[in-house]
């Protein structure tokens, strides 16, 4: 369970994250729906996950690793 301040700062980089996510799904899958649910399904690992994230390194290129595995997924 992540504490107010990890959920603060996971919203902000998710906030910050998410269209270039969005792009990047949607230039793999061209349904729009599964799109919005790729998404959707990436935020929840990324969050899940997020205490495992090392913030001395860059998020984007973090969360795009998780989308594409939710892409093949």
């Known amino acids: ?3 107010e301040e990890q959920q603060i ?3 902000k980089l998710w906030t910050d994250t998410q269209p270039t ?4 799904v949607g230039s793999l899958v061209r349904d729009q729906w ?3 649910d790729i998404v959707q399904n990436t935020s929840l690992a990324l969050l899940r ?3 495992d994230f090392d913030e001395s390194r860059p ?3 973090w ?3 998780v989308a594409k595995f939710e892409v093949l997924g």
């Not at 996510?21 to 990047?24: A, F, M, T």
């Open 49 to 51: 996950r997020f205490s």
């Open 1 to 3: 369970m992540l504490d």
């Open 9 to 11: 700062r996971f919203t």
């Open 21 to 24: 996510v969005r792009q990047y």
């Open 59 to 61: 998020f984007v290129p």
């Open 63 to 65: 969360a795009l690793g």
């Open 34 to 36: 599964a799109v919005r």
